[in-house]
């Protein structure tokens, strides 16, 4: 038997391998493998079984790594069709579905010393008084890890040794799971009664579950689960299916009920369920939210939980308690849409439109469209879920490759907060200089703080000032690594850039040479100042900021999202890890600082982020009894994203927003690759990206309605001291695009220091 074999290093091919007789039973689909490779011994994944090779002299696996298939087949199929479409060697896609704490050769789980009461035989030994007491504490107990058995018992391990010794205990080396969330208090909760629109929703969706199970069952295939043609790589949405659902409600109208009763259908049905949330902000409330109602009952299920904020040994574990069957529900950012859930029955992507789902190094995937196609491989439902629908999903329902699930109406008939635009233009000319805080702003949180009611004011700008400016000769403090000024920290009394990281003293005095001003000034403003001036004028008031200047511990998101739920803190401020998905009943005003801040960018979906940054901030208010309200600042109040977020009028920008797509053939009409170029030599990146430009032309010859746009300096020209040049392309044929790329990438020669990425379907253009 042969193996086909992928390395863990980039060679973008695989190789063959034999397998030895004392190994055959242990080496399938999926086996981590240590081969031999040249003079070296490197690490590989089995990804095939043949039965012969074109090549001869075949050398041996030497030994399996770690447990047996880790990897399940279905899940690397899916690294191959990501390597496929978006352009990236198939090694790199394969270390992104196997998280690094798994890959170690070496078990990572965590062992540790447990004791045990023991009966010993005859009469039992005469004990000190310390002795007693460490035996009354282990019988209460009936087994602790030894080290909390000698905290408790306030002692030492010397004392339960000598315990050991006379046969009253044992003391064992046992693994000990790591769970970031074992010390939490989940109190059980039971089905809510849903109301007429969330029931259709879930009809809907269940109604497709029970028949994707049904074709599992029957060995029928997904919609995607053989390509068209040998070697054809499927758009993520290039057919339809009645098993991809657009679910669009509102903010508050119980999208959550209905993916936790749609959760308990799979598990039902034995099937396991996979859970995509945006931020990690949003994890610890979401993970409560999901084992206080699968915590006990018939449907009782571990819920593992995968992100970036765990350890290595805690993902280590997570990971396992998934692949061994024992958590049948995973909850997580992007990299959980790999988490190995089998048999698979629902996915859903929360806030499906938030661009944190696309990962911004290679592999450049979307977790979104990962999800609809591993659930058409699979035969899983997936739902999209969201306020604010992404312009390509919500096109995708109207041509029929989504079905849409609409809940326009908050639950019990709650109103949606009352809008209100203030035009900052009218309050800097009243107060003659730029406030922070409108009047009418200002008055509302007194009302608030008077009815002890809470507040959530949003700025997506951290640091205290955006600049640092002399007025006299126009001195800018910029960073010597990026084409960015640095901002003003004053905690940490800093200039820091937010590219790159470098950080600089503050100058007491203009730096330049020749003008040496001593009344230097700070200009623009970010959260840390909006903290600063809310102390300032309601001293009395409990404030916290959220943003990822303090957030930066794994328990800090959960501490602080924790004391606001339980009313410790009366405003809260923070960027845009608080814009969405939080749920508190006694927020009743949201205030935007700066609304129009992101309108402005160089980037063809500037309108469209405003609009849905503003409507989920928005939705934040009034979601218990008392009616919400918003006051939303801008120095652009009558643009179309400020106004249709003003009236909650999705329909409205979607239809003028699609036309101005439409014209400029963009995507959804489209889709794009970004070609980055980069190198610390201008001259030589500017260069070579014409010598691209020519190749690429030669490449895509034949393809049909493809623009090329570019070569272009990046909007960002310059990030961590390298010069980038981009090129645009736009094609509604991106499978064989990706092709036509793959098969240049392979052959194209770049100078030394010029390095070049591929990103397929891009969210961010800088």
Same mark, same amino acid.
């Given at each position: 038997?042969?193996?086909?074999?992928?390395?863990?290093?980039?060679?973008?091919?695989?190789?063959?391998?034999?397998?030895?007789?004392?190994?055959?039973?242990?080496?399938?689909?999926?086996?981590?493998?240590?081969?031999?490779?040249?003079?070296?011994?490197?690490?590989?994944?089995?990804?095939?079984? #043949?039965?012969?090779?074109?090549?001869?002299?075949?050398?041996?696996?030497?030994?399996?790594?770690?447990?047996? @298939?880790? &990897?399940?087949?279905?899940?690397?199929?899916?690294?191959?069709?990501?390597?496929?479409?978006?352009?990236?060697?198939?090694?790199?896609?394969?270390?992104?579905?196997?998280?690094?704490?798994?890959? /170690?050769?070496?078990?990572?789980?965590?062992?540790?010393?447990?004791?045990?009461?023991?009966?010993?035989?005859?009469?039992?030994?005469?004990?000190?008084?310390?002795?007693? *007491?460490?035996?009354?504490?282990?019988?209460?107990?009936?087994?602790?890890? %030894?080290?909390?058995?000698?905290?408790?018992?306030?002692?030492?391990?010397?004392?339960?040794?000598?315990?050991?010794?006379?046969?009253?205990?044992?003391?064992?080396?046992?693994?000990?799971?790591?769970?970031?969330?074992?010390?939490?208090?989940?109190?059980?909760?039971?089905?809510?009664?849903?109301?007429?629109?969330?029931?259709?929703?879930?009809?809907?969706?269940?109604?497709?579950?029970?028949?994707? +199970?049904?074709?599992?069952?029957?060995?029928?295939?997904?919609?995607?689960?053989?390509?068209? +043609?040998?070697?054809?790589?499927?758009?993520?949405? *290039?057919?339809?299916?009645?098993?991809?659902?657009?679910?669009?409600?509102?903010?508050?109208?119980? /999208?959550?009920?209905?993916?936790?009763?749609?959760?308990?259908?799979?598990?039902?049905?034995?099937?396991?369920?996979?859970?995509?949330?945006?931020?990690?902000?949003?994890?610890?409330?979401? #993970?409560?939210?999901?084992?206080?109602?699968?915590?006990?009952?018939?449907?009782?299920?571990?819920?593992?939980?995968?992100?970036?904020?765990?350890?290595?040994?805690?993902?280590?574990?997570?990971?396992?308690?998934?692949?061994?069957?024992?958590?049948?529900? #995973?909850?997580?950012?992007?990299?959980?849409?790999?988490?190995?859930?089998?048999?698979?029955?629902?996915?859903? &992507?929360?806030?499906?439109?938030?661009?944190?789902? /696309?990962?911004?190094?290679?592999?450049?995937?979307?977790?979104?469209?990962?999800?609809?196609?591993?659930?058409? $491989?699979?035969?899983?439902?997936?739902?999209?879920?969201?306020?604010?629908?992404?312009?390509? @999903?919500?096109?995708?329902?109207?041509?029929?490759?989504?079905?849409?699930?609409?809940?326009?109406?908050?639950?019990?008939?709650?109103?949606? =907060?009352?809008?209100?635009?203030?035009?900052?233009?009218?309050?800097?000319?009243?107060?003659?200089?730029?406030?922070?805080?409108?009047?009418?702003?200002?008055?509302?949180?007194?009302?608030?703080?008077?009815?002890? *009611?809470?507040?959530?004011?949003?700025?997506?700008?951290?640091?205290?000032?955006?600049?640092?400016?002399?007025?006299?000769?126009?001195?800018?403090?910029? !960073?010597?690594? !990026?084409?960015?000024?640095?901002?003003?920290?004053?905690?940490?009394?800093?200039?820091?850039?937010?590219?790159?990281?470098?950080?600089?003293?503050? =100058?007491?005095?203009?730096? *330049?040479?020749? !003008?040496?001003?001593?009344?230097?000034?700070?200009?623009?403003?970010?959260?840390?100042?909006?903290?600063?001036?809310?102390?300032?004028?309601?001293?009395?008031?409990?404030?916290? $900021?959220?943003?990822?200047?303090?957030?930066?511990?794994?328990?800090?998101?959960?501490?602080? %999202?924790?004391?606001?739920?339980?009313?410790?803190?009366?405003?809260?401020?923070?960027?845009?890890?608080?814009?969405?998905?939080?749920?508190?009943?006694?927020?009743?005003?949201?205030?935007?600082?700066?609304?129009?801040?992101?309108?402005?960018?160089?980037?063809?979906?500037?309108?469209?982020?405003?609009?849905?940054?503003?409507?989920?901030?928005?939705?934040?208010?009034?979601?218990?009894?008392?009616?919400?309200?918003?006051? &939303?600042?801008?120095?652009?109040?009558?643009?179309?994203?400020?106004?249709?977020?003003?009236?909650h009028d999705f329909a409205g920008f979607y239809d003028q927003e699609l036309e101005f797509r439409a014209q400029l053939k963009y995507p959804p009409f489209t889709r794009v690759a970004l070609l980055t170029l980069k190198s610390r030599n201008e001259e030589k990146v500017q260069f070579t990206a014409d010598f691209l430009k020519t190749e690429v032309e030669k490449a895509a010859v034949g393809l049909?309605?493809?623009?090329?746009?570019?070569?272009?300096?990046?909007?960002?020209?310059?990030?961590?001291?390298?010069?980038?040049?981009?090129?645009?392309? $736009?094609?509604?044929?991106?499978?064989?695009?990706?092709?036509?790329?793959?098969?240049?990438?392979?052959?194209?020669?770049?100078?030394?220091?010029?390095?070049?990425?591929?990103?397929?379907?891009?969210?961010?253009?800088?």
């Amino acid at each position: 038997m042969i193996a086909r074999v992928t390395l863990e290093i980039a060679l973008r091919k695989e190789f063959d391998y034999l397998i030895p007789p004392e190994l055959v039973d242990q080496v399938t689909i999926g086996t981590r493998v240590k081969i031999p490779f040249g003079p070296r011994q490197v690490t590989g994944c089995v990804t095939a079984l #043949v039965e012969h090779s074109p090549h001869t002299n075949l050398r041996a696996i030497v030994r399996v790594v770690g447990e047996p @298939s880790l &990897v399940t087949p279905r899940v690397l199929e899916l690294a191959r069709w990501i390597a496929d479409y978006y352009c990236c060697a198939p090694e790199v896609a394969l270390r992104s579905v196997l998280p690094e704490a798994v890959r /170690k050769e070496k078990s990572g789980w965590r062992e540790r010393l447990f004791v045990r009461s023991a009966t010993p035989p005859g009469e039992r030994p005469k004990l000190t008084a310390r002795q007693e *007491e460490v035996l009354a504490v282990l019988q209460a107990r009936g087994e602790m890890p %030894l080290q909390e058995l000698v905290a408790a018992a306030e002692t030492t391990a010397e004392t339960v040794r000598r315990l050991e010794d006379k046969g009253l205990v044992t003391v064992a080396a046992e693994v000990s799971e790591r769970d970031p969330y074992a010390n939490e208090q989940i109190l059980p909760t039971a089905p809510l009664v849903l109301d007429a629109e969330q029931t259709r929703a879930l009809g809907a969706i269940t109604a497709a579950m029970d028949k994707a +199970a049904m074709n599992a069952n029957t060995g029928t295939p997904g919609v995607l689960a053989a390509p068209t +043609a040998p070697g054809a790589t499927a758009s993520p949405t *290039e057919s339809s299916s009645a098993a991809a659902f657009l679910l669009h409600g509102v903010t508050g109208s119980g /999208k959550t009920e209905v993916y936790l009763q749609a959760i308990a259908h799979a598990l039902e049905r034995g099937r396991g369920a996979i859970v995509l949330v945006p931020e990690i902000a949003l994890t610890p409330q979401t #993970v409560e939210r999901f084992k206080a109602r699968f915590s006990s009952g018939p449907l009782r299920t571990l819920v593992a939980v995968l992100h970036s904020h765990l350890s290595a040994g805690e993902r280590h574990d997570e990971w396992h308690k998934i692949r061994q069957g024992r958590a049948r529900i #995973v909850i997580g950012a992007r990299s959980a849409i790999f988490a190995p859930v089998e048999p698979l029955g629902l996915i859903i &992507v929360d806030e499906e439109h938030e661009h944190s789902y /696309k990962q911004e190094e290679a592999p450049r995937y979307h977790a979104r469209d990962v999800a609809v196609v591993r659930g058409r $491989r699979e035969n899983s439902v997936v739902v999209l879920g969201s306020a604010t629908p992404s312009l390509e @999903s919500y096109y995708n329902t109207k041509n029929g490759k989504y079905t849409l699930l609409e809940m326009p109406t908050r639950v019990d008939s709650k109103k949606m =907060p009352v809008v209100r635009v203030v035009d900052m233009r009218q309050a800097a000319r009243l107060e003659k200089g730029v406030p922070i805080f409108s009047p009418q702003l200002k008055e509302a949180i007194t009302q608030r703080l008077e009815r002890a *009611e809470q507040t959530m004011l949003f700025l997506n700008r951290r640091g205290y000032s955006s600049s640092l400016q002399c007025p006299k000769c126009g001195y800018v403090a910029q !960073c010597p690594n !990026c084409s960015v000024s640095l901002t003003f920290h004053r905690r940490d009394d800093k200039l820091a850039c937010h590219v790159c990281g470098h950080t600089a003293k503050v =100058p007491s005095v203009c730096p *330049e040479a020749k !003008c040496r001003n001593p009344a230097i000034r700070y200009a623009g403003m970010g959260t840390e100042r909006v903290e600063e001036t809310l102390t300032k004028l309601f001293p009395k008031a409990r404030i916290q $900021r959220m943003d990822s200047d303090l957030m930066k511990r794994k328990d800090d998101y959960r501490r602080a %999202l924790g004391d606001f739920k339980i009313g410790k803190i009366d405003i809260l401020v923070g960027t845009q890890m608080i814009a969405k998905g939080l749920h508190f009943e006694n927020v009743t005003l949201v205030g935007v600082i700066y609304a129009d801040l992101s309108l402005h960018m160089p980037d063809f979906r500037a309108g469209e982020r405003t609009f849905q940054l503003l409507t989920q901030v928005a939705g934040r208010a009034g979601r218990g009894d008392i009616e919400g309200e918003v006051f &939303v600042q801008a120095f652009t109040p009558f643009h179309p994203a400020i106004q249709f977020a003003r009236r909650h009028d999705f329909a409205g920008f979607y239809d003028q927003e699609l036309e101005f797509r439409a014209q400029l053939k963009y995507p959804p009409f489209t889709r794009v690759a970004l070609l980055t170029l980069k190198s610390r030599n201008e001259e030589k990146v500017q260069f070579t990206a014409d010598f691209l430009k020519t190749e690429v032309e030669k490449a895509a010859v034949g393809l049909k309605d493809l623009i090329i746009a570019g070569p272009a300096p990046a909007p960002l020209l310059r990030a961590e001291t390298f010069y980038r040049y981009q090129i645009m392309l $736009r094609t509604p044929q991106m499978p064989q695009l990706s092709r036509r790329l793959a098969t240049l990438l392979a052959t194209l020669k770049l100078p030394d220091d010029v390095t070049l990425a591929v990103d397929v379907d891009p969210v961010n253009l800088a």
